[in-house]
């Protein structure tokens, strides 16, 4: 991605003067200008986070509430195949929006808020390139039924890492109580007298134990140098947080997945609730049933590649006799691992772990093995 001038027609998230303060390199992604990383590097950013605790602005992803007089989630189950009704206040879901042919408009996280003046709530978190289209897919298949509101005011911030906790507590009441997959509302109060309301989720997309935040603009930059001050947080860009994401072989909405994707071909059948399974209910149960029933005609599965060269977005996935068998999404070099990984649809009779294939990088097969995901392993924080 190449370095853009300030005076480029992008989008400023609230802490694009702290990122430029901070020394990142802007570069454009999804209609922003974001930090795709500091000085120090990406590797080096990677590695914090994994060891101690890196902030990443994602303000640029879609925030909104769905609201209704009464039945919120069950009226959104209509779109989504996560039991979302299941949800107690407090606690969040993955799931997707899928199309009626069983593909994926985008992958979400969903929670359950407190009832405010008369209304249920879910607090929705769409990917930044697809949250126009989420929107308007929403309002319109739920026209009359649920009021869709964009957050348009609010920062999101993520505190990644195995120090996340210890950083937050002393800024944010009862951090210790949330264990993976819930959410509280809380008050931040940060130095100078800097105070707020922060929605507050022990989530992300790392595979380490973190935190989002969702914080009102006017108090983002203030937030965030807060944390900023602590030894154990240091900032990180684009590039750290795409590597942790494949290292936790998560996908990457574009990439990994899209409209011509279902969730069983996905590897994301456990989003699924069982009843979901059993009843369907939402857009293109037809064909995510019959792919359960019958398994998918392809997967994605996780590859580690020999030697040192990473396999890029598009990279040739054949058997050792050369019949292409499949293509790569997302790959790139492991900083925690020290080798090559990716990400890649294969036909499904080469998706068991231990399959022996090839993956054409820059005209040469290099030899790959598929392996069970995550490449590393997830450390969340479960009760």
Not at 145 to 160: C, F, K, S, Y
Not at 268 to 275: A, C, E, N, Q, T
Request: glycine letters at 10%; a negative charge; aromatic letters at 8%.
């Amino acid at each position: 991605m190449a370095q853009i001038e300030p005076s480029a027609q992008l989008l400023q998230t609230p802490l694009f003067a702290l990122h430029q303060r901070l020394g990142g390199r802007m570069v454009p992604f999804a209609g922003y200008a974001l930090p795709v990383q500091y000085p120090t590097g990406i590797i080096a950013e990677h590695l914090w986070t994994r060891a101690h605790a890196g902030l990443f602005d994602v303000s640029h992803m879609g925030q909104a509430w769905l609201t209704a007089p009464f039945e919120v989630a069950e009226a959104f189950e209509r779109l989504v195949p996560g039991d979302i009704a299941s949800l107690d206040e407090g606690h969040i879901r993955y799931t997707q929006l899928t199309t009626d042919d069983g593909g994926i408009i985008d992958d979400l996280m969903v929670t359950r808020a407190a009832a405010h003046n008369g209304l249920e709530r879910l607090f929705l978190v769409v990917n930044a390139s697809r949250k126009a289209v989420d929107f308007v897919h929403i309002a319109t298949a739920l026209d009359g039924i649920v009021r869709l509101t964009p957050i348009e005011d609010r920062a999101l911030l993520a505190l990644q890492g195995p120090e996340a906790a210890a950083v937050l507590a002393p800024y944010i009441n009862d951090i210790d109580m949330l264990s993976f997959m819930t959410a509280l509302d809380a008050r931040f109060t940060g130095h100078d007298g800097i105070e707020g309301d922060v929605l507050v989720s022990r989530s992300g997309y790392t595979g380490e134990d973190g935190f989002e935040l969702s914080v009102p603009a006017a108090i983002a930059t203030a937030f965030a140098e807060s944390l900023l001050r602590d030894a154990r947080v240091k900032p990180a860009g684009l590039g750290a947080r795409d590597s942790l994401r494949l290292e936790a072989g998560l996908c990457l909405y574009g990439q990994d997945i899209d409209e011509t994707t279902s969730p069983v071909e996905a590897g994301l059948v456990w989003s699924i609730g069982k009843r979901r399974r059993e009843r369907g209910g939402f857009p293109g149960f037809a064909r995510i049933a019959r792919e359960l029933a019958n398994k998918p005609s392809r997967r994605l599965v996780g590859l580690k590649l020999d030697g040192r060269a990473p396999a890029r977005h598009g990279a040739a996935v054949e058997t050792p006799d050369g019949t292409r068998i499949g293509e790569v999404t997302s790959g790139g070099f492991s900083p925690s691992l020290g080798l090559p990984i990716a990400l890649a649809y294969v036909a499904f009779a080469y998706a068991q772990p231990g399959t022996a294939l090839t993956i054409i990088v820059r005209d040469k097969p290099l030899a790959a093995e598929v392996v069970r995901l995550p490449f590393v392993p997830h450390r969340y924080v479960r009760r």
